[in-house]
């Protein structure tokens, strides 16, 4: 086998995980509730808006960590 047989296999599952990521953020989009939270900071002054999502970007970290946990559990 070849030593970039390894690196070729890489980079493809990281091209898939890539993928599968960029679908749920489009989807992600559609979900009612989400990024509209209380708690997510959203500041609008004339031309100037300021939106960051602190109380959702911790509930989906918290969520992610969950399934990755019962996903990668040896």
């Given at each position: 086998m070849?030593?970039?047989?390894?690196m070729?296999?890489?980079?493809?599952?990281?091209?898939?995980?890539?993928?599968?990521?960029?679908?749920?953020?489009?989807?992600?989009?559609?979900?009612?509730?989400?990024g509209?939270?209380?708690?997510?900071?959203?500041?609008?002054?004339?031309?100037?808006?300021?939106?960051?999502?602190?109380?959702?970007?911790?509930?989906?970290?918290?969520?992610?960590?969950?399934?990755?946990?019962?996903?990668?559990?040896?």
């Open positions: 070849s030593p970039l047989f390894g070729g296999k890489l980079i493809l599952i990281f091209g898939l995980v890539m993928v599968i990521i960029g679908g749920m953020i489009m989807l992600a989009g559609k979900v009612p509730g989400i509209r939270l209380p708690g997510d900071i959203f500041v609008q002054k004339g031309n100037f808006t300021f939106y960051f999502p602190i109380v959702t970007s911790i509930i989906l970290s918290i969520l992610l960590t969950i399934i990755l946990n019962f996903i990668f559990r040896r």
